[in-house]
């Protein structure tokens, strides 16, 4: 029950008596806990009043005198107060009282006094006994920095039709997908036209030392064995429109298929 302290300080129970023995306990939350043990004394009991009946008196004396023993004989007993039963001191009742003290928190455990120190100690300052962090290491600009590639190769695989031009942005194309990205920097570029065969891919060249070289399947190759063919007719298939340059900075490259249609491009480039 939500109580505010004034009702704990001046409130009241009011209970209905049902036996001798009545327990008053309450307990609060904080941990205080009170109780009250209630014996009253049972209630007064009298004995009931024993009834007297009148006898007759005789008239005549001799009678009278007679009859006296025997009329004392007959006399009812003396009628008796009755004695009450010994009453049993209420013990007194013990009121609540709330203060605003708290339980006390108990006390942490004494620690022992330090063993006494030993012949001769010498006493070193604080900054000496204190770890020495070792200040991190910076390495030379020219190891932290990422190289960068000297050369490269774009991989293109779409369908590009006769006249179709296929502009490349970066790593993105505008038709088809692409393997590899342009390098953004100054580079010689170098356009192959080539397509898919039983043995791998065949990269047809103006080259003639090239021809008949291959290149082991790799990352620079999307993991397909290379052929060099030379053939002067179809290595011209593929115009250069846009070559990479300081206006579109070294991140653009536009090629147009001039012969019949194409299927994969393979761009080679270095860097100057």
Same mark, same amino acid.
């Given at each position: 029950? $939500?109580?505010? /302290?004034? &009702? ?7 209970? @209905? *008596? !049902? #036996? ?29 009043? $024993?009834?007297? /009946?009148? &006898? ?7 009678? @009278? *005198? !007679? #009859? ?205």
């Amino acid at each position: 029950m $939500p109580l505010t /302290t004034e &009702q704990l300080r001046v409130g009241s129970l009011t209970y @209905a *008596q !049902q #036996s001798d023995v009545v327990d008053v306990s309450m307990k609060l939350q904080t941990g205080m806990e009170e109780a009250v043990h209630l014996v009253s004394p049972p209630g007064r009991r009298t004995r009931p009043l $024993p009834v007297v /009946t009148p &006898q007759p008196v005789s008239t005549q004396p001799e009678l @009278a *005198q !007679q #009859s006296e023993p025997s009329e004392r004989k007959n006399e009812p007993d003396t009628v008796r107060e009755p004695v009450p039963e010994p009453v049993q001191e209420r013990k007194a009742l013990k009121a609540f009282v709330l203060t605003g003290e708290t339980r006390p928190a108990a006390h942490a455990p004494a620690l022992p006094d330090p063993p006494p120190a030993v012949g001769s100690v010498v006493r070193l300052p604080l900054l000496a006994s204190a770890p020495k962090v070792p200040l991190p290491m910076i390495a030379p600009a020219h190891l932290t920095a990422p190289r960068k590639p000297k050369s490269g190769r774009l991989i293109w695989t779409g369908s590009l039709s006769r006249h179709g031009v296929v502009e490349f942005e970066g790593s993105t194309v505008t038709v088809g997908s692409v393997l590899g990205a342009l390098p953004g920097v100054p580079a010689k570029i170098s356009v192959y036209p080539a397509e898919f065969k039983d043995e791998g891919l065949v990269v047809y060249m103006t080259d003639a030392s090239r021809h008949n070289r291959t290149e082991t399947p790799g990352p620079l190759t999307g993991w397909n064995r290379l052929f060099f063919v030379w053939d002067p007719e179809r290595g011209k298939q593929i115009t250069n429109l846009e070559a990479p340059n300081a206006s579109n900075q070294f991140a653009r490259l536009a090629l147009r298929n001039d012969r019949r249609s194409c299927s994969v491009i393979v761009v080679d480039w270095s860097a100057e």
